[in-house]
């Protein structure tokens, strides 16, 4: 039995109860974001492997289909029990590959956890619809079908999660899952599939296979026999799986971007707007889709909300310690792309409040940490307006009442989460009707999402389907129509 305890010096493939080299033998190395050091190897897989998991979970999952849904939700909550087991030991991987604290990373895991009880107790409802009909004897009703192999494909930021999120419901609608992991990230991806083979999963049902996207993702997206590709990660990657899937019309789900607006009126709390600011903006070192990057700001409590918030973003700790607040970026490309935005910011006029640059030396070494950054006078149309960084930066803009704030907020290209502070049922409820967004958010930050509830966005943040929640389940299943005629002459 592999002990997920243990760290790999090379992390392999999974292929149902075996861990495989990559077929072409290769690796990669996997750096530690807080020391910028080799942490291990890696398979870099290709279509060689991308092809024996197909073929595997082709086989297998007919046979994963034919248990009933309340079984295959008992194996899951397997999963769940066995993570909950080695729950520090995950969140130690988590920590390791993306340097946040252990305290953040058990806090990632415990909600992976959460997500294996709810779609395992989903199994026990798995509810279709039973209605009427217009011809007598006869009843009508709607279930849910599986669709056959489940392309998973995730970004780094919150690695457990991000698995939890896709493999659970893929799987508990009856599907064969093979998982491309990210490749910043690929213990914590590493880990779940050993739990998922010791908890029960057949051979075959359930991969993980890694690499880099375009040798390792997109021979999967490209599969004839991938029914469904379920994907997070960026706009422009997003895109090309929806017109390579879409060309043979398997299902798509994407889950991308943000550039989520946080609303501060004059009327709000203010410090309870600023500590909704820091945690929307600077948690996980701003690597969430969800993060509050545009911040809003009524003309009537601008400077005084800067002033506060200047002043508490100064506070802010860096580092991987538990009473760090966020740790560094997860690689050297992402840090450079993000300061080098922040570059133009400033030449195009952009002020730099607190932050823009890199932290090194001493504690930083040679890590990817990144100051928290607030900017001021930046446009509507900016390129850091408009664009996402997936970093610790924000920006303030000045409006002078609601009208123009949700006007603002609403001229995005994207529409993931989005969050207002006030004290005025009237103008919370009003932004919720108005505001343009998947989650809507009253007196918190851009958050959202617990497991039981669904996750996504308009516009560029995605193409309509929602994870977690029950919604989840419509992804990774199809609906059957069912007539039955009956004959009550002849009882
Ligand atoms: P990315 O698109 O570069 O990579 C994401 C994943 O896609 C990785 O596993 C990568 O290997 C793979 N990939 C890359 N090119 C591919 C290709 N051609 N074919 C198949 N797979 C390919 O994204 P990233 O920069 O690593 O992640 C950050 C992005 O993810 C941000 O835009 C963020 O907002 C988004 N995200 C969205 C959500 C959400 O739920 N909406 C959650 C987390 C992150």
């Known amino acids: 039995m592999v002990i997920v305890e243990?760290?790999?010096?090379?992390?392999?493939?999974?292929?149902g109860s075996e861990l495989l080299a990559a077929a072409n033998g290769r690796t990669f190395t996997k750096k530690d974001p807080a020391t910028g050091r080799a942490l291990c190897e890696v398979a870099r897989s290709g279509a060689g492997d991308v092809e024996l998991a197909v073929a595997r979970a082709k086989a297998a999952q007919p046979a994963w289909a034919a248990l009933t849904v309340v079984k295959r939700g008992d194996i899951l909550r397997n999963i769940a029990l066995l993570m909950r087991e080695h729950r520090d030991a995950l969140a130690s991987l988590v920590a390791k590959e993306t340097g946040k604290s252990q305290k953040d990373a058990l806090g990632e895991t415990d909600a992976a956890i959460e997500m294996g009880f709810f779609i395992a107790g989903e199994g026990r409802r798995f509810y279709g619809q039973t209605t009427t009909s217009a011809v007598p004897h006869r009843s009508a009703m709607v279930m849910r079908q599986p669709l056959g192999v489940a392309g998973l494909i995730i970004a780094a930021n919150t690695p457990i999660a991000n698995v939890a999120w896709k493999a659970f419901p893929a799987l508990l609608c009856g599907n064969a899952a093979i998982l491309k992991a990210a490749e910043d990230t690929p213990l914590s991806a590493w880990a779940f599939g050993v739990l998922a083979r010791q908890a029960g999963v057949p051979d075959g049902v359930y991969t993980t296979l890694h690499g880099f996207g375009e040798e390792a993702g997109a021979p999967l997206v490209e599969h004839p026999d991938v029914a469904v590709v379920s994907f997070t990660g960026s706009c422009e990657v997003g895109r090309w799986i929806a017109e390579t899937a879409g060309k043979r019309l398997a299902k798509v789900c994407l889950e991308l971007g943000g550039k989520n607006p946080l609303i501060v009126c004059d009327d709000a709390d203010l410090m309870n707007a600023v500590t909704w600011t820091l945690g929307s903006a600077f948690s996980n070192a701003g690597q969430r889709c969800a993060a509050g990057s545009r911040i809003i700001v009524f003309d009537a409590v601008y400077e005084k909300f800067k002033a506060m918030l200047v002043e508490a973003a100064s506070k802010l700790k860096v580092g991987t310690g538990d009473t760090d607040d966020y740790g560094p970026v997860i690689n050297e490309e992402q840090m450079r792309h993000m300061l080098a935005s922040v570059a133009r910011a400033k030449q195009s006029g952009a002020a730099v409040l607190t932050g823009g640059e890199r932290l090194s030396g001493g504690q930083y070494g040679d890590g990817y940490f990144v100051a928290p950054t607030i900017i001021e006078h930046v446009g509507?149309?900016?390129?850091?307006?408009?664009?996402?960084?997936?970093?610790?930066?924000t920006c303030l803009y000045r409006v002078q009442d609601f009208e123009e704030a949700v006007t603002l907020a609403n001229d995005s290209p994207f529409g993931l989460t989005a969050s207002i502070h006030t004290?005025?049922?009237?103008?919370?409820?009003?932004?919720?009707?108005?505001?343009?967004?998947?989650?809507?958010?009253?007196?918190?930050g851009t958050y959202g999402s617990e497991p039981h509830m669904p996750f996504g966005g308009l516009r560029n943040s995605g193409n309509g389907w929602r994870e977690a929640g029950t919604q989840a389940l419509d992804v990774y299943s199809d609906v059957k129509t069912v007539y039955i005629n009956h004959n009550p002459e002849k009882v």
Not at 6 to 15: A, E, R
Not at 424 to 442: D, E, H, S, Y
């Open 423 to 444: 004290q005025n049922i009237n103008r919370a409820m009003t932004f919720i009707g108005r505001i343009q967004a998947g989650v809507a958010v009253v007196n918190g």
């Open 6 to 15: 243990v760290l790999p010096s090379t992390v392999l493939n999974q292929v």
């Open 380 to 393: 509507p149309n900016d390129e850091i307006t408009r664009s996402e960084l997936f970093g610790p930066i």
